[in-house]
């Protein structure tokens, strides 16, 4: 099977960011399968045209488009149509019997869907975030036209799919409730990747040590992007409310909007560089010996009702790396960790999360057995390698439908 995969955010382990699309486009490769992979090179780079390198199997066409989550919101809607553009003139010259879109942003379709009618393949959208409904939950998408635009782009994207992936319950919802039949919605969450991020005790000591914290300190973790929707300011308060307590360290990776924010309330609150540390983006590469560090690792989010269907990538690296995982929204993350003991949900509340750690530090068994349970957890139900295997039997099905149609 031919694929051409289209994802704009597309990362490998040497760059900072998720790396769902990698780990499925690899094992895709491995699996005899042929992977073209059209994204976008966001960095600055003195090469205006496209360029091509091979990636684990993958070949990978890169387009030059700046992009960072300091834009604004209009930079980034150009941003998003300039590579759609490019991506869609790409893609369509490209040898493939089914296209695979990935969102963000929803604008992804718009190359995918001219590519599979030019090529008469069929396609197959994969949704990892509810657009517009979060954007416009959040406040950033006020102008009725654009809401509008948005909308009918999302229908859009769906109508034109033989498939569509969720990357969680919550959001197959969100799908099938624009009128898209249920039966062709697959779930097929974010992964764990079990061998990748494996605890390693040694390797977490060491990572410690270079940043003067203790063996005994119970180290409270959040890796991920510093922006708006993550509400990260929410953790220094609770690190200002248990400043006294001498059993915490907070441990902040990450770069985004809101970091230079989140620094000075850390200032503001006396606990820079005390009890709550601050350090710059890390590669995907770094993320073990980050992971093998932490006690507790955290998934943030603002209070908004939209986003507890997410499907955060730190929520799944958390539990392959047998952290007890922490988060502070409800949903079906919140229900896993209730069902299976691999965590807790946090309040809302700093000063009443801080009582939340302060209970969990009282009971340090608790701790090891999250930890325990979080990665049973990954193992037998968010494998890498088997939602892999649950993504090309989409596919799959997908091709082998198309190929018993009638010619046109």
């Keep these: 099977m031919r694929v051409i995969y289209l994802h704009q955010y597309f990362n490998t382990p040497d760059m900072a960011g998720g790396t769902r699309s990698f780990e499925i486009g690899r094992r895709l490769v491995a699996a005899g399968h042929r992977v073209e ?6 960095e ?5 045209g496209w360029f091509t390198t091979e990636t684990e199997g993958m070949r990978v066409h890169w387009m030059p488009v700046a992009y960072s989550n300091y834009m604004s919101y209009r930079a980034r809607i150009k941003a998003f ?3 759609a553009v490019g991506a869609a003139r790409r893609a369509a010259g490209l040898e493939g019997d089914l296209v695979f879109a990935s969102s963000t942003p929803l604008t992804i379709a718009l190359p995918a869907v001219y590519t599979a009618r030019r090529k008469h393949i069929p396609m197959v959208f994969e949704v990892r975030d509810l657009w517009p409904e979060l954007p416009i939950a959040m406040g950033a998408l006020k102008n009725p036209i654009l809401r509008w635009a948005a909308r009918r782009l999302e229908r859009f994207s769906y109508v034109n799919a033989a498939r569509v992936v969720a990357l969680s319950p919550g959001m197959a919802s969100g799908v099938a409730g624009t009128g898209y039949p249920k039966t062709r919605i697959a779930v097929v969450p974010n992964g764990a990747d079990l061998g ?3 605890r390693d005790a040694a390797r977490g000591r060491a990572f410690r040590h270079g940043l003067g914290i203790a063996d005994d300190k119970i180290v409270v973790g ?11 300011g929410y953790l220094v308060q609770v690190a200002a409310a248990l400043a006294k307590d001498s059993r915490f360290v907070f441990l902040l990776v990450g770069d985004g909007q809101e970091r230079e924010q989140v620094r000075v309330l850390a200032r503001k609150h006396g606990v820079l560089d005390k009890n709550l540390l601050m350090l710059t983006e890390s590669r995907k590469s770094d993320m073990p010996a980050i992971f093998s560090a932490v006690d507790i ?5 603002l209070p908004i009702l939209e986003m507890e269907s997410n499907s955060a990538n730190k929520f799944f690296d958390a539990m392959a790396a047998s952290c007890c995982i922490a988060i502070n929204y409800g949903g079906w993350q919140a229900d896993l960790l209730r069902e299976t003991g691999a965590g807790f949900q946090l309040s809302k509340d700093p000063e009443r999360a801080a009582e939340d750690l302060r209970v969990i530090a009282d009971h340090p068994e608790r701790l090891k057995v999250a930890g325990q349970n979080a990665r049973r957890l990954a193992e037998d139900r968010f494998s890498m390698d088997d939602l892999a295997m649950q993504i090309e039997a989409v ?4 091709v082998t439908e198309a190929s018993r149609l009638p010619l046109s």
């Design 222 to 232: 959040y890796a991920g992007t510093l922006g708006r929707i993550n509400g990260v």
């Design 297 to 301: 690792a955290t998934s943030l989010f």
């Design 395 to 398: 596919m799959t099905e997908v």
């Design 81 to 83: 149509f300039k590579f």
């Design 44 to 48: 600055p780079s003195t090469t205006k």
């Design 37 to 42: 992979m059209v994204t976008a090179w966001r």
């Design 196 to 198: 990748f991020l494996k």
